[in-house]
């Protein structure tokens, strides 16, 4: 009867958890449907999901019934076309199978039939979508800006979406004004030259879908002030329909000056990652190159510098600019790296051929489109070719309106290109020395060692150096990326709690259970192991990093008196602030190596305030506190031990 | 009571077995060729139109008509009209069900099978370009062979989606594949680039070498200039492209293009290698390999012409006494003896040279021509009209009429083109594709990010022989490659690139797939 009651119970918890994650099973997925937005396009419309979703299968239903039945295999998407034919006014339901659930949208086809798509481009700058409605309506009106004097590429685009002969005709009026530079050259166009205005007629036939008419043509404003261009075209179907469309744009023209006034470069940055993101540990404007000594002695250890792809920049920097008029505007944004004192770029700097496609002048260009009233951030690419000269040189940004020749604005920033640093090849000889001569003590004595420790000592170091792996290493190799995308140099904050304060807290523990040389050795290897077997990490500078603290840890430790007293330590207040003074030294002294070691060996060239704060933080606060922390941790473990 | 608690157990896993979203029905849609019923274990399938019985099928009934892949996905052989409806019933051992579905205005795609290849990852984390993988079906579409960039080639029985084998072929990759048939056997020829740059015969079935030949003894083989080079691979010799022909024979180009201090060196042949035994039946150049570059060729449906076009993106750092850069060779499929030539004249003043990327196109009869160039013009040629001019080596053609697709534009001072990489003859037409933007290598100062499409960009034409446009179809991305299938009716090309760097940068992927086309 117990046993049976036993059961009984086990199966109504069963059960009601069966209930629950059910329940959350089905409520979860419910929860987890998201929305799509439908845009219709002239053969179909374009699906899109606020997150990628995975997509078993899809139908649209219209009036006559299925007119899409798709089946997508699960695949993953964001967007997805769908390919049909859909009329004006009429409702269109679309259901997408996914593996969150079921999503169901409904949209009305917009009004108008989509026959055609006309864009009038001054200047000329990107095809507009077709997702767009501004080139579908039969009347359309944008503005734009242009600098006086300066030549403006500008087009008209027809496209036609539907097959059979259509006749298209119209012009494009210009005020007399404004100057066309060069004429457009299709079959069929005519320039007419009034008092008034400056006409283009053109004529031609589209007899497919998606076959196109687009006609370029140039102009420039000889003065500021404001102009209006217009474009007006007919379309003649083959039964002699006629659809007219009407395109307006207001071109405000302005000098020089004051369009430098409305786009502001307002903040530049290098080094900056890939998305823009700025790095600031490393110095600002600042290369380091790594000494050809260095490259050999990496290569010869099988360390892979950084960068060696050429052909990928070498690093970013991020340009942040400002709109402040009130429309839109395309620009150019050129970037080259010059000598300090003429305009030359070295070819070091150069981007590799294949991404220039041997152009005379090397400059990286850019092009964005910077919507009124924002700030823009634009990410370019910094190459280097091969290793420059060190020294200053000058990083040469210019602002070109899209459609125009000269730049309005130019910004000059200082780059400086370093290499040897004294105090890095110290450090990281230092480092080699006292590893190899760490390596040699250990193997020399290591009998020694080995005899004066118990079995039982040599498990409890064991146990400590897995556990400052599992405090230490684990919470970084987990968190670590997640707290450096967030809080960018300073989550040495976050990482030292881990690195630093939980890590010394245990160390400092574990001497004061068994203060004898070779107890933080032993303790050290065991979490160098366990993190080199887990997430790989036996390389050069691991090995180099790891030997230093060794040899600086044993050190503080001996020097304070732990390990040399041994038991005759005297944990009194004193003793312990002269203590946490020599393993704060100790590791500012490991800190500093491990960052030099990066410098001399990957090429990060860290700024000086970021090392101060890695010492003053890391080494100096949160070690401090540790060695408090480990005393009164230690109190306890003393005890349960005697 | 221990059977109580089993019982509940068995119970609560029921339950959420029934919770785990599985879709208990057939899935029935429609597909080019008929409709497609996916359900595990299917046994009977009955198609009805009205009160009339379109199909009826049943497991081991023998109709071979109706195709049924890896026991769960029927092909049904049925014509459909959008708008129709039907009512199929499926039943496999445990249930039946009954369907009612109207078909659309658009077939949908089956998938047949889906193999699992190596893993792979983005060339580069910036661009996002996708490794090579190159696939063949076999001449009776039983057996598909995949050849990867990780120089594996695995054959795979097309109905049960088995892996006949897998073998590492290459220390390269595994670049192009073709079936033959040998004494009843079936037999694959598979082209490597690899620093040998071998093409193999094998038995299909087994992956036994037939015979084998050694690129790289005539175009040579070449080292990575630097570490660490990503691209390496395209440096090394390379069979770029491969035809079996009806007769057995086999005809590739060898392609090797590389940069040695500062130059760029090319080293180039064609081939015709008896299927049977691997002799070389003869080679283009035939006392020496040409120094520019051979990317593609086509060659017509029983092998007696074949058309080339030479081309380099930079100056060569040789020229070759007979042969020109940037012209086109229609040769004697039978002997390799040049039949005409045309020096295609440079698109100035934004090019120096006329070069193409895979635009070379013969019509299966091999009367007609069709190349699409890297400035954009696509160019028709009847290649019986060559004739013979004074002071001209071989007899010279023209093309009947050129077309500027893709010519430059100007956006903004920088002039933007639309190559026209990719061409393809049919029946009566030929076809371009433009798949995307570039500028002309030189025309600009300063390096610029392509600053918008070129408004033929992503642009699929359909040109009649009479040079007459037929039909268009505007992509919304990139397109990869023409495919027209062997009655000149379907053609399809591939959408864009899967943007798996965008996927490994947060799951944002790019739109791909495929498009069909009826001509």
Do not use: Q
């Given at each position: 009867m117990k046993n049976g009651g036993r059961v009984f119970v086990l199966s109504i918890i069963l059960f009601i958890a069966g209930i629950g994650a059910a329940a959350w099973h089905l409520l979860s997925s419910q929860g987890d449907v998201q929305d799509a937005e439908v845009e219709f396009v002239p053969d179909g419309a374009w699906l899109t999901f606020h997150s990628p979703v995975r997509i078993m299968n899809l139908e649209v239903e219209g009036r006559e019934g299925v007119i899409v039945s798709r089946r997508i295999n699960g695949i993953r998407k964001q967007r997805l076309w769908l390919v049909f034919g859909w009329k004006a006014n009429r409702d269109y339901t679309c259901t997408v199978s996914t593996d969150e659930g079921i999503i169901v949208v409904e949209k009305s086809a917009p009004e108008g039939d989509c026959t055609a798509g006309v864009q009038l481009s001054i200047p000329f700058t990107s095809m507009a979508g077709l997702t767009s409605p501004a080139i579908f309506g039969r009347e359309g009106e944008s503005s734009s800006m242009a600098i006086e004097d300066n030549g403006l590429t500008s087009a008209l685009i027809v496209t036609t979406y539907e097959k059979g002969d259509l006749l298209i005709t119209g012009r494009v009026t210009i005020p007399a004004d404004i100057k066309v530079t060069a004429y457009p050259r299709n079959p069929g166009t005519k320039i007419v030259y009034g008092e008034r205005e400056t006409s283009i007629h053109f004529r031609t036939t589209l007899s497919v879908a998606y076959e196109r008419f687009y006609m370029p043509f140039s102009i420039e404003a000889p003065r500021k002030g404001e102009y209006r261009l217009h474009a007006g075209v007919t379309l003649r179907r083959p039964d002699g329909r006629e659809s007219f469309f009407s395109r307006t744009v207001k071109l405000k023209v302005v000098g020089r000056d004051k369009l430098g006034e409305t786009i502001r470069l307002v903040k530049a940055s290098m080094p900056?990652?890939?998305?823009?993101?700025?790095?600031?540990q490393y110095a600002a404007d600042t290369l380091y190159i790594q000494p050809r000594v260095f490259k050999k002695l990496g290569s010869f250890f099988g360390i892979e510098p950084k960068y060696i792809d050429y052909h990928h920049p070498f690093t970013y920097q991020s340009l942040v600019l400002e709109n402040t008029g009130t429309g839109s505007i395309s620009l150019l944004i050129n970037s080259a790296v010059y000598y300090k004192e003429r305009d030359v770029m070295p070819e070091a700097f150069m981007p590799p051929d294949s991404m220039t496609g041997g152009t005379r002048d090397m400059a990286v260009t850019v092009t964005a489109t910077l919507p009124p009233g924002e700030k823009t951030r634009l990410v370019m690419p910094v190459y280097l070719a091969s290793d420059p000269v060190p020294g200053e040189y000058r990083r040469v940004v210019r602002i070109i309106m899209m459609g125009s020749v000269s730049p309005f604005a130019e910004y000059e920033f200082p780059l400086y290109v370093r290499s040897m640093n004294l105090l890095a090849w110290t450090f990281t000889l230092v480092a080699v020395f006292l590893s190899l001569t760490a390596t040699l003590v250990f193997v020399i004595m290591f009998k020694r060692i080995v005899a004066g420790m118990k079995v039982r000592w040599l498990v409890i170091i064991s146990l400590y150096g897995a556990m400052t792996f599992v405090v230490s290493n684990i919470p970084l190799r987990i968190f670590g990326s997640l707290v450096s995308a967030v809080?960018?140099?300073?989550?040495i904050f976050f990482t030292g709690f881990f690195s630093a304060l939980l890590y010394w807290t245990l160390l400092v523990s574990l001497v004061r259970l068994l203060p004898r040389p070779g107890t933080v050795t032993f303790a050290t290897l065991v979490r160098y192991m366990l993190n080199g077997i887990m997430f790989g990490g036996f390389q050069l500078a691991d090995i180099l990093f790891t030997g230093t603290g060794i040899v600086a840890k044993e050190a503080a430790f001996y020097v304070s008196g732990v390990t040399r007293k041994g038991e005759g330590f005297q944990w009194s207040g004193r003793s312990l602030v002269y203590l946490a003074v020599s393993l704060s030294l100790a590791d500012a002294f490991i800190t500093v190596t491990g960052l030099y070691l990066h410098m001399v060996l990957f090429r990060l060239y860290f700024a000086d305030w970021y090392i101060y704060m890695n010492i003053i933080i890391n080494s100096l606060l949160y070690t401090s506190v540790a060695t408090f922390a480990g005393r009164r941790f230690s109190d306890r473990l003393k005890w349960e031990d005697g | 009571m221990r059977g109580g608690l089993f019982l509940l157990i068995f119970l609560f896993a029921a339950f959420m077995s029934g919770c785990?979203?599985?879709?208990?029905g057939p899935r029935v849609y429609f597909v080019r060729d008929g409709l497609a019923v996916e359900l595990p274990g299917i046994e009977t399938v009955t198609i009805r139109s009205g009160e009339k019985t379109v199909f009826k099928w049943q497991k081991g009934g023998g109709d071979e008509a109706a195709p049924l892949f890896s026991d769960k996905n029927l092909l049904i052989p049925i014509h459909w009209r959008p708008g129709e409806s039907y009512d199929v019933e499926v039943r496999n051992k445990d249930a039946r069900f009954t369907n009612r579905v109207m078909a659309p205005l658009k077939p949908s795609p089956m998938l047949i099978q889906r193999v699992k290849l190596e893993n792979v990852i983005p060339f580069s984390i910036d661009q996002g370009t996708a490794p090579d993988t190159f696939v063949r079906f076999s001449g009776d579409n039983k057996y598909l062979a995949i050849g990867s960039f990780h120089g594996y080639l695995r054959v795979v029985e097309v109905r049960t989606g088995k892996v006949v084998y897998s073998r590492k072929i290459a220390e390269g990759m595994v670049k192009r594949i073709g079936w033959g048939e040998m004494d009843e056997r079936r037999v694959l020829y598979v082209g490597e680039q690899s620093p040998d740059g071998y093409i193999y015969c094998l038995d299909a079935m087994t992956g036994r070498e037939i015979w084998k030949y050694r690129l790289a003894d005539d175009i040579e083989t070449s080292r990575p200039e630097?570490?660490?080079?990503?691209?390496?691979?395209?440096?090394f010799p390379g069979v770029y492209q491969l035809k079996v022909l009806p007769g057995g024979d086999v005809v590739i180009v060898g392609t090797h293009g590389w940069d040695s201090e500062g130059k760029r060196l090319y080293r180039c042949l064609i081939y015709r290698f008896d299927g049977r035994t691997g002799r070389i039946k003869w080679r283009w150049p035939a006392d020496r390999t040409l120094p520019y570059g051979l990317t593609w060729f086509d060659i017509s449906d029983d092998g007696r012409k074949l058309l080339l076009l030479t081309s380099t993106w930079r100056p060569p750092e040789q020229t070759d006494s007979v042969y020109e850069n940037g012209a086109l060779y229609c040769l004697n499929g039978d002997t390799g003896a040049v039949l005409w030539e045309y020096k295609v004249p440079p698109l100035r003043p934004y090019y120096k040279r006329a070069t193409a990327w895979q635009g070379v196109a013969l019509s299966g009869d091999g009367r007609y021509a069709a190349i699409g160039l890297n400035d954009g013009r696509g160019m028709f040629f009847d290649t019986g009209r060559a004739v013979k001019v004074k002071g001209k080596r071989f007899l010279q053609n023209s093309p009947l009429w050129v077309k500027e697709l893709g010519t430059p534009v100007l956006i903004g001072d920088i002039p933007v083109s639309s190559p026209v990489s990719y061409a393809e003859a049919g029946k009566e037409e030929v076809y371009f594709v433009l798949p995307g933007t570039s500028i002309p290598s030189g025309a600009v100062k300063g390096k610029v990010r392509k600053p918008a499409p070129h408004p033929a960009a992503n642009q699929l034409y359909a040109v009649g022989f009479d040079g007459r446009l037929r039909w268009k179809w505007k992509s919304y991305g990139s397109m990869q490659g023409i495919y027209l299938s062997g009655d000149n009716r379907w053609l399809f090309t591939v959408n864009a690139l899967a943007g798996m760097a965008g996927a490994r940068r947060g799951g944002r992927t790019s739109p791909f797939g495929i498009t069909l086309f009826d001509t």
């Open positions: 900056v990652g890939v998305y823009g993101i700025a790095l600031r809080a960018g140099p300073f989550s | 785990s979203g599985n879709e208990p630097r570490e660490n080079d990503r691209y390496a691979i395209y440096k």
